[in-house]
């Protein structure tokens, strides 16, 4: 999404991971972790709501002010030294509940697309887990393949999205082949 995107932070806490948090961020249920809620905005008009996961002991002394005046993974490097190396993230239809739709200034069960992401640093450490719910009427996904150079029966050899291609700290993320010989 073109246009400039900045963060306000709606909620703040240092809780227990629980064991669905913890199972994502590979760590014990009981560690604490920073749930951090945020709206995401393009030009001051709402375009997702995100809650983002990470263990506690990674991010001494973040603030919520620290999220709307800087990037999370900008932060991350310069600060914490923290270098993200690969993440997955999974894509999916979904609609807005009644909470989502008021932030989002939409209808309650408006379309909506809900990305989950967890991201990992060199050391193979789980940095962050995030569920985002973004809007489906403004957002858009743009996917580039590439393909064998040569006759080779229809097999992908490797892809690539780009959540917003002209965004500067756009997530970028590469996905493995999905058929090799």
Avoid at 141 to 158: E, K, N, W
Wanted: charge should be negative; aromatic fraction near 8%; hydrophobic fraction near 40%.
């Amino acid at each position: 999404m073109d246009g400039t995107w900045a963060s306000r932070t709606l909620d703040f806490k240092t809780v227990a991971a629980g064991p669905r948090i913890g199972r994502r961020l590979s760590i014990a249920p009981g560690e604490q972790i920073l749930r951090i809620l945020r709206l995401r905005t393009v030009d001051g008009d709402p375009m997702c709501v995100e809650t983002l996961h990470v263990p506690h002991a990674l991010v001494p002394g973040l603030t919520a002010r620290d999220l709307e005046t800087d990037s999370f993974y900008r932060l991350l490097g310069q600060r914490y030294e923290i270098l993200l190396t690969d993440a997955a993230q999974t894509i999916e239809p979904t609609v807005v509940d009644e909470w989502e739709a008021e932030l989002l200034g939409v209808s309650v069960h408006t379309p909506a697309l809900l990305f989950e992401r967890a991201a990992r640093d060199a050391a193979g450490r789980v940095v962050e887990f995030t569920r985002s719910v973004y809007r489906g009427d403004r957002y858009r996904i743009f996917t580039r393949l590439s393909l064998a150079a040569q006759p080779d029966g229809g097999r992908v050899v490797d892809g690539s999205w780009s959540a917003a291609t002209t965004v500067p700290g756009a997530d970028t993320l590469v996905f493995d082949p999905y058929w090799s010989n």
